[in-house]
């Protein structure tokens, strides 16, 4: 069977639809049924296109990304992760968003490997290209052990703030937080 293309347009109504119902509702209330209805399209056309729920979820969170870090590289260590920063911290509007799907992705094998695809190899790509800079200037230990462990700092920052302060991390507070624990930790001998 032939898949016809969607047009960007419509690809991002259907986004917009998915993006919606999510906030409305959360995950586990999604249907492909409510989505073809809230975007005027049929089922077998989400079904041709996304082949499950998880995969039209991971595309329209990809679609809305709160941030991204695409072209990164400000010539810095400091540079990079501040940028981060920045574009997290003006970026949090949908980061609700990721934070309701995050708990069905224990549950959903299929989603969790789809926004793993989507969202989450996608930045750890980036932060592996950041850090292996930082390293060829001599920013950081080629062979540091904290390395490994940027994400982990990265979503802590991102995550536990509401949950401990019930606040969201803004650009001032990811500077705080990159100044006091993630650079100390990077580029510790």
């Not at 259907?14 to 586990?28: F, H, M, P, S």
């Not at 290209?129 to 700092?153: N, Q, V």
């Not at 703030?161 to 991390?169: A, D, G, S, T």
């Amino acid at each position: 069977m032939r898949r016809t293309r969607l047009t960007p347009e419509r690809e991002g109504e259907l986004y917009e639809a998915v993006l919606d119902l999510l906030r409305e509702a959360g995950y586990d209330s999604l249907t492909m049924e409510a989505v073809a209805a809230r975007s005027r399209s049929s089922k077998a056309t989400l079904y041709r296109q996304w082949r499950t729920k998880p995969q039209l979820v991971a595309a329209a969170l990809r679609h809305a990304k709160p941030f991204t870090l695409d072209d990164l590289d400000t010539g810095t260590l400091a540079g990079d992760l501040y940028e981060m920063a920045r574009r997290a911290g003006e970026g949090k509007k949908d980061l609700a968003l990721v934070r309701a799907v995050a708990p069905a992705v224990r549950h959903d094998p299929d989603l969790a490997d789809a926004m793993r695809k989507a969202l989450v190899e996608p930045e750890l790509e980036v932060m592996r290209a950041i850090l292996g800079r930082a390293a060829a200037r001599g920013e950081i230990p080629a062979d540091s052990p904290a390395r490994e462990f940027l994400p982990h700092m990265w979503a802590g920052a991102m995550f536990a703030r509401p949950l401990v302060e019930q606040r969201e991390p803004d650009t001032e507070y990811l500077r705080r937080y990159l100044d006091a624990v993630v650079l100390p930790a990077l580029t510790r001998e």
